[in-house]
């Protein structure tokens, strides 16, 4: 007798108000169902953020095709399924999610009235905007640009991001850039905020910041009027005072800067070395890059939303009698 099983699981993790709902976005083959005695699921993520209230949890599952841009401009949660999700073989982290796809969005727009979001775990593909206020953006992979406009009191922390931008003077105020991997970022004259545990990977500039605990691995770096400890560049930009240090070699630092070892994945060689300088160089004699925990945002592998997830599901595929046995492992990923 060949049986179908169907899992859904809540995230409680996220503390969500006793009135508010979870609206799933699958694109994937799963037929829309009809009210009012079955769920509702959505096939874009504007749709299902349209039709959310205020303090709504949209959970974006896995899919090999985008669910499209989508704009936010009231409270919301938004979960995905992380990235850099299979097996080492293809420089992914493995064991981590039973669907190792990734929640892909074109392009994530937020802007005012959005206050009180949470956008985790989603894998963006084009140049995504943040305009709004005291929103945290956590765990997302976005593989081209993130531009700041007309924000502030914004939380960007454990993300993989190509560029980090601001175009305008004085549209960044009280950043807080945490536990990143950021190929390149611009921040002008009148923004302000503090970076600490980033990878800083190309020709960056900082104003107003203050900068602790991050790792300069490659490019220029311009800093303004920024307050600066124990830093590690690899060409001395943070200095020599106040607890900087500069590595020359990453290789010296990094379990596999050069991303040739078959152990570690695209983000788990961003580890320090044991003996390295930049494992005790940090504040209070802490790590520095994305996994030191000074300020309790390090980073977490392929992005993995702070919620309960399955990592691994055995039942049979087929039974005889009207039970089954299967195994479900869960894992809490605070």
Same mark, same amino acid.
């Given at each position: 007798m060949n049986r179908k099983i169907a899992f859904t699981i809540s995230l409680a993790a996220i503390s969500i108000a006793a009135h508010s709902k979870i609206l799933r976005v699958n694109n994937t083959g799963i037929a829309t169902a009809t009210p009012?005695?079955?769920?509702?699921?959505y096939t874009t993520a504007q749709t299902a953020y349209d039709a959310a209230n205020p303090g709504d949890t949209l959970h974006i599952e896995p899919s090999g095709t985008s669910y @499209? &841009?989508?704009?936010?401009?009231? #409270?919301?949660?938004?979960?995905? &399924?992380?990235?850099?999700?299979? /097996?080492? /073989? %293809? !420089?992914?982290n493995p064991g981590l999610? =039973? !669907? $190792?796809?990734n929640s892909r969005i074109n392009a994530l727009n937020i802007s005012t009235g959005a206050d009180g979001s949470v956008v985790m775990g989603l894998y963006l593909m084009n140049t995504s905007t943040i305009a709004g206020s005291n929103v945290v953006i956590s765990r997302n992979y976005f593989t081209t640009q993130v531009t700041i406009a007309n924000c502030s009191n914004i939380q960007i922390t454990q993300c993989i991001i190509g560029s980090l931008y601001s175009y305008y003077n004085g549209n960044g105020a009280n950043l807080t850039i945490a536990n990143n991997i950021i190929y390149n970022c611009y921040f002008d004259d009148g923004d302000n905020g503090i970076a600490v545990n980033n990878i800083i990977q190309a020709n960056s500039s900082f104003s107003s910041f203050t900068l602790k605990n991050n790792i300069h691995t490659a490019g220029n770096?311009?800093? %303004?009027?920024? =307050?600066? $400890?124990?830093?590690? /560049?690899?060409?001395? #930009?943070?200095?020599? =005072?106040? @607890? !900087?240090? %500069?590595?020359?070699?990453?290789?010296t630092v990094f379990e596999d800067y050069a991303n040739t070892d078959p152990l570690f994945s695209e983000d788990s060689r961003f580890q320090i070395k044991a003996g390295s300088l930049a494992k005790t160089s940090g504040t209070g004699g802490g790590e520095c890059g994305i996994f030191g925990n000074q300020y309790g945002t390090a980073y977490k592998l392929s992005g993995i939303p702070n919620v309960p997830s399955v990592y691994k599901l055995s039942a049979p595929l087929n039974t005889s009698g009207p039970t089954m046995d299967a195994t479900i492992s869960i894992r809490s990923n605070q």
């Open positions: 009012p005695n079955a769920e509702v699921i @499209g &841009n989508l704009s936010i401009s009231k #409270k919301i949660v938004v979960i995905g &399924n992380g990235y850099y999700l299979g /097996s080492l /073989s %293809t !420089n992914a999610q =039973t !669907n $190792e796809g770096l311009d800093l %303004t009027n920024c =307050t600066v $400890e124990n830093n590690v /560049s690899f060409n001395g #930009k943070f200095g020599s =005072t106040n @607890g !900087n240090i %500069t590595i020359a070699d990453m290789n």
